[in-house]
């Protein structure tokens, strides 16, 4: 039983991808000339835990468009917490990532060099590669109306 119970564990935790220095890079190069919505949150920021069940119904409106999540939290997390709070909020499914450098300062600089680390914090990008930052509580409307153009 415990065999068991350490594979499922093992299972969820593959899911949420570590977000090491280069990672960011390799993320925007996948998504290259597509539109894409990362939305940066932590399991130690409350607004963040609040909205994510939101975030599955915005994911369920718009299942074909391209949105990553990344756990910022200033002192990384076990990737197995992180999978396991996505996944009950249902959004199990959808591409996270997790940091997993200690020295999260440089992380946050690779993703955007003003960004000090506040959370809740969402990035619109155009297939052009323009940036919109949103941060604070995530604006569902303003979400939702960019999705709906890309």
Not at 79 to 91: E, I, M, N
Not at 99 to 114: C, Q, V, Y
Not at 142 to 147: A, C, F, H, K, P
Request: with cysteine; hydrophobic share 45%; proline share 7%.
């Amino acid at each position: 039983m415990l065999g068991f119970f350490f594979c499922a564990q093992t299972a969820i935790a593959a899911d949420v991808q570590p977000f090491v220095s280069g990672s960011w890079q390799d993320m925007r190069t996948r998504y290259e000339n597509q539109a894409l919505v990362v939305h940066l949150w932590g399991l130690t920021c409350a607004p963040c835990l609040t909205e994510l069940p939101q975030w599955s119904k915005l994911r369920d409106t718009f299942p074909d468009k391209n949105l990553a999540f990344i756990a910022a939290d200033p002192v990384p997390m076990p990737a197995r917490k992180v999978a396991t709070v996505l996944s009950r909020a249902g959004l199990g499914e959808i591409e996270s990532w997790n940091f997993a450098d200690k020295f999260t300062t440089r992380l946050r600089f690779e993703i955007d060099p003003t960004w000090h680390g506040e959370l809740p914090r969402t990035l619109l990008i155009d297939a052009d590669g323009t940036t919109t930052v949103l941060p604070g509580v995530t604006d569902w409307k303003v979400i939702s109306d960019w999705l709906g153009a890309h």
